[in-house]
């Protein structure tokens, strides 16, 4: 079974920054053969894409409302993907979630995904 288990999220002020993780496990999942990708919904919307990064780490891309803003990285030792993010506004407050994507590179599709994770929760207040 495959488990992605997002950590990090809270309650920070505009301009303020957090660190989300997603921690991967599963006896046939091998996180390094995976690009992942974060996503996020806010309420009454539909769920975008942040960014996504390829298996090696050496491929990354973020959507345009993040770009400057939010960087995602990957540590393959831990199994761990991460989205540092900085500047945070309020119209960044929503549920964000981690995916994997077995074709290696990712996407900014949600059919690109294969497995996601439960979600954690960040609120940006003005």
């Known amino acids: 079974q495959v488990q992605l288990v997002e950590s990090g999220g809270g309650l920070v002020q505009g301009g303020g920054s957090l660190r989300l993780s997603c921690a991967t496990s599963g006896r046939t999942f091998s996180f390094s053969s995976y690009a992942m990708g974060w996503f996020r919904q806010a309420p009454g919307k539909e769920r975008e894409f942040v960014a996504t990064?390829?298996?090696?780490?050496?491929?990354?891309y973020s959507a345009d409302v993040v770009k400057g803003r939010f960087t995602i990285s990957r540590d393959n030792a831990k199994n761990t993907v991460y989205l540092q993010m900085n500047s945070l506004k309020p119209e960044d407050t929503a549920v964000y979630y981690c995916?994997?994507?077995?074709?290696?590179?990712?996407?900014?599709?949600?059919?690109?995904?294969?497995?996601w994770g439960q979600g954690t929760q960040v609120t940006v207040s003005s």
């Open positions: 995916a994997a994507a077995g074709n290696g590179i990712g996407g900014t599709q949600r059919d690109d995904y294969h497995y």
């Open positions: 990064i390829s298996w090696s780490g050496r491929s990354t």
